[in-house]
């Protein structure tokens, strides 16, 4: 069953954008699905989290702007979102579709989008 009002979509949309206690998480690269603690996260080559911020649609969306990662040589299945920066809660994951592979070194961009329907 859908939700059928736009306005309570949004709000459960904005109680999803404040899982952190606030609009910023980190988001990150996976190689494989992270499962439901966040394993498989890229390392090495420059990779770290990036930060993020909801912002609020309508109808029960929320998007982020683009994200850019330095990745290492490799692919790229999932994100994540965190609560920090390193180490933190894993709360939720997204595979990218299509997967993204690298032959070498360089960046990855992303542009997170939730929706309630």
């Known amino acids: 069953m859908s939700i059928a009002i736009g306005t309570t979509r949004?709000?459960?949309?904005d109680?999803?954008?404040?899982?952190?206690g606030a609009s910023t998480v980190y988001v990150s690269l996976h190689t494989a699905d992270p499962t439901t603690v966040g394993n498989n996260e890229a390392t090495g080559g420059g990779y770290a989290r990036?930060?993020?911020?909801?912002?609020?649609?309508t109808g029960g969306a929320l998007t982020m702007a683009e994200l850019t990662f330095t990745a290492p040589?490799?692919?790229?299945t999932h994100v994540g979102l965190?609560?920090?920066s390193t180490s933190g809660t894993f709360y939720?994951?997204?595979a990218l579709s299509p997967n993204i592979t690298l032959s070498s070194a360089g960046t990855i961009k992303v542009?997170?989008?939730?929706?309630?329907?």
């Open 111 to 117: 542009t997170p989008s939730f929706a309630v329907s």
């Open 15 to 20: 109680a999803y954008k404040t899982l952190s």
């Open 82 to 84: 965190w609560s920090a």
């Open 50 to 57: 990036v930060q993020g911020t909801w912002t609020s649609g």
């Open 10 to 13: 949004q709000v459960l949309a």
């Open 92 to 94: 939720d994951k997204c």
């Open 73 to 76: 040589t490799g692919a790229y």
